[in-house]
């Protein structure tokens, strides 16, 4: 039989690895859940043979050059199938007509594949598996509960609710941002062209004159002539940096690190906060109310809250709930949660209502940071103000006061 290296998750969410042999990819994954793993992605071994071989490439290159299935392709088919599946739409015909009907080419391959692994009598949830990299671990466990529970159509407008709310909240947190780093790129820029053009300039004119120059004026020009004689190495460098620091964020200890850091940035960082805590309660209240045991939800909502730092801190809280300590207790030793979200969950707890006072902490905290957002300009305008004229004044002085030293003297003879 043939050989499938796989990847689970056991019942505390950590990601095991390994190989079974099985007839195929779904006794695989019964296997695996028969020994109370849940499947992330199984993956048949490959012959190595000649021809395979130029055919593996031919996919590498098709798969590079092939255009990504997006989150409005996700949010549209969840949206389609929780429509035709509450219309009485048989899934398989669902799947053939959304395949038939899209538009991406991609997208329309991965629909067909999902519609051959149902006609060969897998689940749902395993063949969305199969394709890890379009549907994630949050999609295929929500898809997974609406197949036990019989209410797949209301899972599906549930999971596109919450897509929708995700693109939302990304989409505002990267306008927040974008404004200031828009500022200080445009900053670095004037500084670089000052350092190359502008001192360069007037260091010939104080050089020709003979005067004694001041020590801000010293070191605009020591720093100017670094400059333009080192600056193809300061240009290499700071692409190399980039690249480096965008490899070191991919890595988990580098996200956790940027990710924690990004919360203590003045103004932003609290924007980003109330962003994550948004996601945890929405996230964990859909999938409480649909029935996913709290320790598997907050395994959800802690793929989903796009912050590792709060992440892992939320992995903790699944940690306690296992060892049997109160959700709210859990939460308030992690630090990461306020006091309004811990007496709303407590408050939830003590009431049986969870999943409602999670979608409205979710809702408090998305309407907090929609203001956030508008009025950070109101924010950030007074420090940008305050950090561009001390540069300003730096430059001019550096600049001005060997000319109106130059003045002086000349006025005195």
Known sequence: MPTYSYKARNARGELLTGKLEGGSEAAVADELQRSGLTPVDIVGARPKSGGEGGQDIGQLFGQFFAEKVGEADLMLFSRQMSSLLKAGVPILRALTSLAESSAHKGFQAVLLDLRDGLSSGRELSVCLRKHSTVFQAFFVNMVRVGETTGRLDDVFMRLFHHLEFEREMRERVKGALRYPSFVIAALVIALGVINVMVIPAFAKVYKSSGAELPLVTKILIGASDFTVAWWPWLLAGMVLAGIGFRWWRRTEGGRYLWDKFLLRVP????????????????????????????????????????????????????????????????????????????????????TGELDRLLTEIGDLYQRDVEYEIRTLSEQIEPILIVSLGGIVLVVALGVFLPIWDLGSTMTRK
């Open 267 to 350: 103004i932003v960082g609290k924007i980003v906060h109330k962003a994550a805590l948004a996601r945890f309660a929405k996230g964990l209240g859909m999938t409480y109310q649909s029935g996913v045991p709290i320790v598997q939800g907050l395994t959800n909502a802690a793929q989903v809250v796009d912050n590792a730092f709060i992440a892992s801190r939320i992995e903790q809280m699944r940690d306690g709930v296992e060892r049997g300590e109160a959700l709210t207790r859990t939460a308030a030793t992690t630090g990461v949660f306020t006091p309004v979200v811990l007496q709303m969950m407590a408050v939830g707890e003590e």
